[in-house]
């Protein structure tokens, strides 16, 4: 049997973040992960092909190619795909409410899980202050992370000759400067928000490289990460259990795969 007869099945994937047209997108790892699980129903959260980038200059290798022929066959195997565009391929917000051959155009979505549990899908970057009001920052603040980068695949290429993991600059930052903090909790705290707006008991969202799973007084917050640096994505299980997925993580060498992270476990702490 081949690798994709061997697909893990479950009922919902949640992916966002891929940056399809950009020289850091980590496509052959979204290839594989999307060879290793199939799903009922797929959201793509935003983000997937970017738009900012390609405008400045083409760059579209064959891999990137391969993830969308990908997803497309999931589609003609029965798999419902969603996609909810985000700041960098907002081109698709043109688009919405259409179904482009089998794939559903939406600004977001309520999703209801196995246990009966509705979240938001939403890509997020409507509440980033940023985005929205200081559009020229955001691109400045996108030539920095791009640089940023540049600077880590040559760091861990000494660092894979030294026989170390993977690590990433920017992810590091996020967490120890005061004030990417600082932001990283206000994006939280506005999309439980908006969850609570809409009825929801949890949100679902990417936009800021992220990945985590938390409660916020009551709400469930969810972000899928991306596939630039952190490789992650977001299972939900027949159950409605919810799972983090750190994909580079799960196919190191001598790795061992963590099972499901489900409410009130030990392991869902560890993921926030």
């Not at 007869?5 to 973040?17: G, H």
């Not at 003609?76 to 259409?98: A, Q, S």
């Not at 027949?238 to 409410?263: K, N, S």
Request: proline share 1%; net charge neutral; with cysteine.
């Amino acid at each position: 049997m081949g690798q994709e007869d061997d697909a893990i099945r479950v009922r919902t994937l949640f992916l966002s973040d891929l940056h399809l047209g950009t020289k850091g997108c980590q496509a052959e790892q979204v290839l594989e992960f999307l060879k290793r699980y199939d799903a009922d129903t797929l959201y793509l959260v935003g983000d997937i092909v970017d738009g900012w980038r390609l405008k400045s200059g083409w760059y579209w290798p064959q891999a990137h190619n391969d993830v969308v022929q990908k997803l497309l066959r999931k589609v003609r195997k029965g798999t419902r795909l969603v996609y909810i565009p985000g700041n960098h391929d907002e081109f698709l917000r043109d688009y919405l409410g259409v179904n482009l051959g089998g794939v559903e155009l939406a600004d977001h979505a309520i999703h209801e899980a196995a246990d009966g549990k509705r979240y938001l899908v939403i890509h997020g970057d409507q509440f980033d202050l940023v985005v929205r009001h200081a559009r020229w920052l955001a691109l400045l603040g996108d030539g920095a992370y791009t640089a940023a980068l540049f600077v880590n695949t040559y760091l861990n290429m000494a660092r894979r000759k030294l026989g170390l993991t993977y690590w990433s600059l920017s992810s590091w930052a996020k967490l120890k400067v005061k004030n990417a903090v600082n932001y990283i909790g206000r994006f939280e705290e506005l999309l439980a928000a908006e969850a609570r707006r809409h009825q929801a008991d949890g949100v679902i969202c990417g936009h800021i490289h992220h990945a985590v799973m938390r409660d916020l007084d009551g709400i469930r917050y969810v972000n899928t990460g991306d596939w630039v640096e952190s490789c992650t994505a977001i299972v939900e299980h027949y159950d409605g259990a919810f799972e983090l997925i750190r994909w580079t993580e799960m196919t190191a060498p001598r790795q061992v795969a963590v099972g499901p992270v489900r409410d009130g476990d030990l392991l869902a702490q560890k993921a926030a």
